[in-house]
C-alpha cells in the first residue's frame, strides 16, 4: 500500500539536502523533465531522480505517490507552462487557437515527456483551469452545452494526438529523423508519374509539408466547423 503523501506545509518544514538543496513539488518537477529530455522515459526511475537531487529516493514519496504520480504531475507542468501568460480576449475562435497552439507548443518542448503525459489524465489544478477555460470560451461565445462539450472534446484530443505525433520524432537519434525526412525527396519526389501520378504532380509540396506539423492546418478547420455551426444557430 503506497504511503500517503505529506501535506505541503509539512514539507517546507524539512531539512534541505546535503548540498543545501530544499526539495518541492515543482523542483522535482523541474528535474523530471530535465532527466526526461537527457536520457528519455527509461532513464526516470525514483533512484536517478534522488542521485540527481542528491536525496534518498524515498523522500520522493514524501511528494507523490509513486513514478506514476510523478508523471501526472510532469503532464499537469505542461499544461500549466501553455497556460502561463495566456488571457481570453473574447473573440472565441482567437482565444481557442491560441490556447491549442500554446498547449502543442509547451509539449513540443519537452518531447520526451509528451509521449509519456499526452495520453493521461491528471485532475490536476493545472488541466482543471485548462478545461474551465475552453469550456468557458464555447459557453461564453453562446454555444449550447452539449455542442460545447462535443467541440471541447475533439478540440482537446486534437491538441494532444498532434502534440504526441509531433513529439515523438523529436525523440528519435538525429540520424534517424533525418532520414525519415529525406524521404519525401529521395524517394516520393522520383516517383514516376506513370506509376504514382498524383504523388509525383505533389512531390515537391510533399516534400515542403510534410516535414511540418498538420496541427495549425487541423486546428482551423476544427474552428470553422466550430463557426458554422455557431452561425447556424443564430
Known amino acids: 500500500m503506497p504511503k500517503p503523501v505529506v501535506p505541503e506545509e509539512k514539507r517546507r518544514r524539512r531539512r534541505p539536502t546535503k548540498s543545501g538543496t530544499v526539495l518541492s513539488e515543482a523542483l522535482i518537477v523541474e528535474t523530471a523533465l530535465r532527466m526526461l529530455r537527457e536520457h528519455g522515459?527509461?532513464?526516470?526511475?525514483a533512484r536517478r531522480l534522488g542521485?540527481?537531487?542528491?536525496?534518498?529516493?524515498s523522500t520522493l514519496y514524501r511528494y507523490f505517490r509513486g513514478m506514476d504520480d510523478l508523471t501526472l504531475?510532469?503532464?499537469?507542468?505542461?499544461?500549466?507552462?501553455?497556460?502561463?501568460?495566456?488571457?481570453?480576449?473574447g473573440d472565441w475562435r482567437a482565444d481557442l487557437r491560441a490556447v491549442g497552439l500554446r498547449i502543442h507548443a509547451a509539449y513540443l518542448a519537452h518531447p520526451q515527456a509528451a509521449?509519456?503525459?499526452t495520453s493521461r489524465v491528471s485532475g490536476r489544478a493545472n488541466e482543471l483551469a485548462a478545461d474551465e477555460a475552453v469550456l468557458e470560451v464555447l459557453r461564453s461565445a453562446g454555444f449550447p452545452t452539449a455542442d460545447t462539450v462535443r467541440i471541447y472534446h475533439a478540440f482537446i484530443d486534437q491538441t494532444l494526438a498532434f502534440a504526441a505525433l509531433d513529439a515523438a520524432p523529436l525523440t528519435l537519434p538525429s540520424a534517424a529523423?533525418?532520414?525519415?525526412?529525406?524521404?519525401?525527396?529521395?524517394?516520393?519526389?522520383?516517383?514516376?508519374?506513370?506509376?504514382?501520378?498524383?504523388?509525383?504532380?505533389a512531390a515537391p509540396l510533399l516534400a515542403a509539408?510534410?516535414?511540418?506539423?498538420?496541427y495549425p492546418t487541423a486546428?482551423?478547420?476544427?474552428?470553422?466547423s466550430a463557426a458554422a455551426q455557431l452561425d447556424a444557430l443564430r
Request: hydrophobic share 50%; glycine share 6%.
Open 177 to 201: 529523423l533525418r532520414a525519415d525526412e529525406a524521404i519525401w525527396r529521395s524517394t516520393y519526389a522520383r516517383l514516376p508519374p506513370t506509376t504514382h501520378p498524383r504523388i509525383a504532380e
Open 209 to 214: 509539408h510534410m516535414v511540418r506539423s498538420a
Open 41 to 45: 522515459s527509461a532513464g526516470l526511475t
Open 115 to 117: 509521449v509519456l503525459t
Open 51 to 57: 542521485l540527481a537531487l542528491d536525496a534518498d529516493p
Open 219 to 224: 486546428l482551423d478547420m476544427l474552428l470553422d
Open 73 to 89: 504531475a510532469i503532464g499537469d507542468a505542461l499544461i500549466g507552462q501553455a497556460l502561463d501568460g495566456w488571457a481570453p480576449t
